[in-house]
């Protein structure tokens, strides 16, 4: 029984793992950096996949703001990208390389790290996605926030870095648009 449970336990790491390594793959065919699996950006991806998958609601907010949620990461830089239908992470992988915000999420520049995680509904049996992606940890330190407000599943969220203020730099990055 134990070496069962030690096997499930393997599976699903081998399965987290992987599915890192498809984001990462994505990004290094873009010109952009590895990313690895992170604790704390995964506990939030999975507080945010199961509260949608118990109200069965695609929603951004469901717990609240995005920039209170992922203030623990301590990133300076950080979006996330939510889904429900596909039972694969592959599968909601291509319908979120497909759709422009998703995929420049995916692509968001600095990012290191990457939580993802999934969970079914009781009530329509959808299984839900959320992936936390998050980068500039050093520039934390007196770091702005900003909070994208767009209605719908297409939404880019980032926590912006103010602590860098060169005239070439962004103060606010929102939606591909240096402010």
């Not at 469901?62 to 920039?67: D, H, P, Y």
């Amino acid at each position: 029984m134990i070496a069962v449970c030690l096997l499930l336990a393997q599976a699903a790491t081998a399965a987290a793992e992987s599915s890192a390594e498809m984001i990462s793959s994505f990004r290094l065919k873009h010109g952009e950096v590895r990313v690895a699996r992170d604790a704390t950006l995964d506990r939030i991806a999975q507080a945010q996949a199961r509260a949608m998958a118990e109200k069965d609601e695609l929603s951004h907010e469901v717990l609240g703001s995005f920039s209170s949620r992922i203030a623990s990461s301590r990133a300076g830089r950080a979006a996330e990208n939510i889904a429900y239908g596909r039972e694969t992470f592959a599968a909601t992988l291509d319908q979120w390389i497909a759709s422009s915000e998703h995929r420049s999420n995916l692509l968001l520049s600095s990012a290191t790290r990457v939580g993802i995680a999934s969970a079914k509904s009781a009530a329509s049996k959808r299984t839900y996605w959320a992936m936390e992606i998050a980068g500039d940890y050093q520039s934390r330190k007196g770091g702005a926030v900003a909070d994208a407000s767009k209605q719908g599943p297409l939404v880019q969220r980032e926590v912006a870095s103010a602590s860098r203020r060169k005239s070439d730099d962004c103060h606010i990055k929102l939606l591909s648009l240096c402010l």
